[in-house]
C-alpha cells in the first residue's frame, strides 16, 4: 500500500511538472506558420511585450508542404502565410476562417494598386503579407557577360554553375515567359515547347533547388541561380559579389498572404498580429529586414532609399507589365505535371 | 577455443511445438507494436493505391484500377532503373569494402580493436544530414577536394564533382558502409579462426582459405549486412536531394513529388507500395537463404 502511495504520488508531481512547471511565462501562446527568414525576429519579440503572450514559429519550404500538413489534419496554428494561388485552394476547401476587419484597423493602409495580385481583393480570408518575385541571382565579376534573360540558361560556360527552382509552376513557367507565353498556359503546344526548353536548359543546370541556391551563390558554388528576389537580397547584404536581375522577358510574382486557419485557438490574438504587421512603422522595419515588398501605402515613405528605389522590391511599370502572378489551375494541373515529369526523366 | 567448432556452430535448440502461454504474452507487446505501427499502416498505403485521387490532396470515393495503370507512366523504368543499380552498386561496394574492414576489426589487437570499432561508429553522433552537408562542401567546385584533384591533374577545371549520379553513389557509400562493416566485424569476431589455420594446413592458400572457410563462416553477417544496406538504399530520398543533379532522381523522390507537389496521395502509395515490394522480395530470398544455411552445420565440411 505504501508503495502504491508513493507511486501515485510521483505521477502527480510528474504531472505537475509537465502541465504547470515547464511554463513559467503565463499568457497566451500564438503559433505561427511561416516561411523560414520572413519576419524580423525582433518584431515578434516586441510583439509579445505587448500582448503578454508567447509566439512560436514553425516553418515551411513550400506551399505544398504547408497545404500537405494541414491537409492531413495538422492543427495547433493560429496564423499562416500561404502563396496566394495556395490560399484561394484552402478557401475551396474551407480551411480558412473569416477575417474580421473590424479588428484590423490598419487594414486601410494596404496598396490598392497590389490588391489585384491577391487572391482576394476584399480580404475576406486572407490579408497580403508581402510581393516577391523570381529572377536571376548572379554573381557580378564571375559571369562574363551577364544579360537580364532567361536566356542565361542557355549558356554553357556556365554549365553545371547554375541552378533553378525545384518548383514546376516557377521553372515552367520561366520557359513559358522566355517563350512569350503565359505563365498560367493551359495550351498544350505552348507546353510541350516550354518542356523542351527546360531539357534544353537542364544539360545546363547542376540542379533544381528551392533553399540551397542561396548558400550555393554566397559561396560562388553556383554563379546563375534561379531566385526569389528577397532571398536574393538578403545574400547581397552579406556577399558584395552577388546582384539580381530581372529577366525583361517577365517574371512571375507572388504575394505571400497571411490566413487564419480553422482550429485555430487564439483568433483574436492572430488578428491582433496581422493589424500589429500593417503598423505601417513595422511594416517599414520588417520589409527592411526581410528584403520584401509589404504592401502598405503608408510604410514607402519610412523604407530607406535602397528599398524604396530598388526595382528588384518595387518592380519597373515595363516589367510589371510583363510579369503575372501564379494562379492553381485545378484540374489542368495535371498538364504541368505531367511536362514536370518529362523534364525530370530527360536526360 | 576450448569447444569443438562444430557444437559451436550448431542452432540452439528449438521446441516450437511446445511454446508456453507465457511466451505468447511476453511476445504480444511487439507483436501489438508490429501490428499497430508496422503492418496496419502498410495495409493502409497499399489500399490508397487503388483510390481515386482528388483534385485538392485528398482521397476520393469508391475504388480504382487507374493509378496503378499509371505506373506505366513512360517516365519511370529510367528512375527505377537508377534506383535499382545505385543502390545495387553501393550494396556491392560496402560489401567489397565491409567484408576486409570487418575481418581486419577482429584480428586487430584487442587493445586497438575498441578503439577501431569506436572510430567506425563515430560518424553516428553528428546528424546525418549535417554529414551529407560536408560532402557538399567537400565536392564544392572551390572545395579542396577539387584543388587536390585538379592539382593532380586527375581532373580538368571545368568538371563537377557535385551532381551527378557518381557523387549520390558516393555519399551513399559513405553513409552505409558502417551498417555493413558493424554486422561482419560481429561475426568475424566469434569466427574460430582455427579453421583458417586447418585450411592452411590442409594445403589450402591463405586466399582460399578465406574464400571457402572464412566466407561462408560469416554468411549470415553477410546476408545481414546486404540487408541492412540494400533496403535503405532503395528508399533513399535525402541523398540524391541534396547531391544528386537534375537527373539523379530516385523512386524516393518521386515519391515525395507525388504527395506535396502534385497533390496526389494514391499515386504516392502506389508508388511506395512498389518499393515495399521491391524490399519484401530480397528480404524473402535473404530469409530463404538464411533458412537453408541456419539447418547446414557450416564451414567444417564445405572447406574440406
Partial sequence: ?347 | MKTAPSSVREPPARRPDRWRSHEWIVTLPSLGWLLALFIAPTLIVFSIAFKPADLFGGVGPGWTLDTLRSLGNPNYPAIVWRTLWLSLATTAVCLLVGIPCGYYLARAPIRWRNTLVMLTVVPFWTSFLVRIFAWKHLLHPEGPVRRVLTALGLCDSAATLLYNPGAVLLVMIYTYLPFAILPIYAAAEKFDYQLIEAATDLGATRWRAFRSVFLPGIRVAIFTAVLVVFIPCLGSFVIPDVVGGPSAEMIGNKIAQRAFSDRNLPHAAALSALLTLAVLAPLIVAWGARNRSGRRAVPVQEAS
Fill in chain 1, 1 to 347: 500500500m505504501n508503495r502504491l502511495l508513493k507511486c501515485l504520488l510521483w505521477s502527480g508531481v510528474m504531472a505537475w511538472a509537465i502541465a504547470g512547471g515547464g511554463c513559467r511565462r503565463a499568457g497566451p501562446v500564438l503559433r505561427l506558420y511561416n516561411w523560414a527568414d520572413y519576419i524580423k525576429p525582433e518584431l515578434v519579440q516586441r510583439f509579445e511585450r505587448e500582448q503578454g503572450c508567447r509566439v512560436m514559429l514553425d516553418t515551411f519550404d513550400s506551399n505544398e508542404a504547408l497545404y500537405a500538413k494541414l491537409k492531413a489534419g495538422a492543427t495547433g496554428y493560429d496564423l499562416i502565410f500561404p502563396s496566394s494561388y495556395m490560399v484561394a485552394v484552402m478557401r475551396h476547401q474551407g480551411m480558412l476562417q473569416p477575417i474580421r476587419r473590424e479588428l484590423i484597423p490598419n487594414l486601410s493602409h494596404l496598396d490598392p494598386a497590389y490588391a489585384r495580385y491577391t487572391a482576394d481583393e476584399r480580404c475576406e480570408y486572407s490579408v497580403p503579407y508581402m510581393m516577391s518575385n523570381s529572377g536571376l541571382a548572379y554573381r557580378r565579376n564571375r559571369v562574363p557577360d551577364f544579360k537580364p534573360t532567361w536566356a542565361m540558361f542557355d549558356r554553357q560556360d556556365l554549365a553545371g554553375r547554375m541552378t533553378m527552382l525545384n518548383d514546376m509552376r516557377e521553372t515552367i513557367g520561366a520557359a513559358l515567359k522566355f517563350l512569350g507565353y503565359s505563365l498560367n498556359t493551359t495550351n498544350e503546344a505552348e507546353l510541350a515547347s516550354a518542356r523542351d526548353v527546360v531539357i534544353r536548359w537542364k544539360k545546363n543546370l547542376a540542379k533544381f533547388d528551392n533553399e540551397q541556391y542561396k548558400n550555393g551563390i554566397a559561396s560562388g558554388e553556383f554563379l546563375v541561380t534561379h531566385g526569389y528576389n528577397g532571398d536574393v537580397l538578403q545574400v547581397m547584404t552579406e556577399n558584395e559579389d552577388v546582384a539580381y536581375a530581372l529577366p525583361r522577358e517577365g517574371v512571375s510574382i507572388a504575394c505571400d498572404e497571411m490566413a487564419i486557419p480553422m482550429g485555430a485557438r487564439e483568433v483574436e490574438l492572430a488578428h491582433a498580429f496581422i493589424n500589429f504587421l500593417h503598423d505601417p512603422a513595422i511594416a517599414a522595419e520588417n520589409a527592411e529586414f526581410t528584403c520584401f515588398l509589404c504592401p502598405n501605402l503608408a510604410s514607402y515613405e519610412l523604407l530607406s532609399e535602397e528599398i524604396r528605389h530598388n526595382p528588384a522590391v518595387f518592380l519597373p511599370e515595363d516589367i510589371l507589365a510583363r510579369s503575372e502572378v501564379i494562379r492553381d489551375l485545378g484540374a489542368d494541373n495535371a498538364k504541368y505535371i505531367r511536362v514536370w515529369d518529362q523534364i525530370k526523366a530527360a536526360e
